[in-house]
């Protein structure tokens, strides 16, 4: 029986930290209107030459980086679903984090 509760503890953990993560890269993936907007941008930087373009670019991804949780909190009320994923991921790591305690494994 403990074999059996230890399969789904470690099942439930795997899933909570797969839905956890794909709800979170969800929240961070920019939506289609900023991707147009981007896009948009590069072309007229893609006018104006290739160098710009490249710089244009650099710089995009620079920004990109620290805008992470910027862009989780604009697209929090957003996307329902990606909460939903979030909230799901959370709670099945809670029971396999509860599984693997009673079972002894943060001992």
């Known amino acids: 029986m403990h074999t059996l509760v230890m399969v789904?503890?470690?099942?439930?953990g795997a899933l909570?930290?797969?839905l956890l993560l794909g709800g979170i890269l969800s929240l961070v993936a920019p939506s289609q209107e900023e991707i147009d907007a981007n896009r948009r941008a590069l072309e007229k930087m893609r006018a104006k030459g290739?160098?710009?373009a490249q710089?244009?670019?650099f710089r995009q991804i620079s920004t990109a980086r620290g805008r992470a949780f910027e862009t989780m909190a604009t697209h929090w009320p957003e996307r329902p679903q990606s909460r939903k994923l979030i909230?799901?991921?959370?709670?099945?790591?809670?029971v396999g984090v509860i599984v693997g305690y009673f079972l002894g494994a943060f001992a």
Do not use: P
Not at 8 to 12: D, E, K, S, W
Not at 87 to 94: E, T
């Open 50 to 52: 290739w160098l710009r």
């Open 16 to 18: 909570g930290v797969g």
């Open 8 to 12: 789904l503890g470690i099942h439930f």
């Open 55 to 57: 710089l244009f670019a």
């Open 87 to 94: 909230y799901s991921g959370a709670a099945c790591l809670a």
